[in-house]
């Protein structure tokens, strides 16, 4: 998970992508305690409360959803996906806990096809230089619509559920 986009990304090579932010053209960032999370792949036969389709692109690193299209990449034009599997998605909610009245949740975003990590916090939690992860809630910086205030949007979106995977390396 990118600290700065909120993106989820593939993390495990040295260019670390490009972090959709049109202010900033840089990589995603992760610092030592930046949470992985772990991907299951499709085999390829539908299974209730779980989205196939998903695939990772090897220019920005994300992840997105190819069923409908290949979105939108932080640099310019579609994602692509060469050389990626596929990677299945499982739908549930993140709850509230006495530590964490406002967890985070995943979403996918229509407009760009990524998974992003929405903030339910109000107000939005702030990116580095003051500007907000998108509106309220902060959704950050969308590839597909990047001098949009709300960035992301959950629009149509189910609610997604990672399992956390070691720390990062
Ligand atoms: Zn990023
Ligand atoms: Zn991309
Ligand atoms: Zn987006």
């Known amino acids: 998970m990118c600290v700065d986009c909120h993106g989820l990304f593939f993390g495990g090579r040295v260019t670390k992508g490009l972090c959709p932010d049109p202010f900033f053209m840089k990589r ?3 610092v030592l305690d930046s949470r992985t999370f772990l991907m299951e792949f499709s085999d390829g036969k539908p299974k209730a409360n779980t989205q196939d389709g998903w695939r990772w692109c090897n ?9 409908r299209n290949n ?15 596929e990677y299945r998605m499982t739908f549930g909610f993140n709850p509230p806990t006495s530590g ?6 995943f979403r996918w975003c229509f407009k ?10 109000n107000p939005p939690i702030l990116a580095p230089g003051g500007r907000p992860f998108g509106g309220s ?13 709300t960035g ?7 609610l997604y559920l990672l399992r956390r995977g070691p720390p990062a390396p």
Request: a negative charge.
């Open 71 to 85: 979105g939108v990449c932080p640099f310019g034009g579609a994602h692509d996906p060469e050389g990626s599997g």
């Open 137 to 149: 809630p902060s959704n950050g910086p969308c590839p597909a619509d990047p001098t949009s205030v």
């Open 112 to 121: 760009c096809e990524g998974m992003f990590e929405q903030n339910t916090a």
């Open 28 to 30: 995603h960032r992760v």
């Open 100 to 105: 964490n009245p406002f967890p985070t949740q």
């Open 59 to 67: 220019m920005c690193e994300g992840m997105f959803f190819a069923g």
């Open 152 to 158: 992301h949007s959950d629009d149509g979106s189910g």
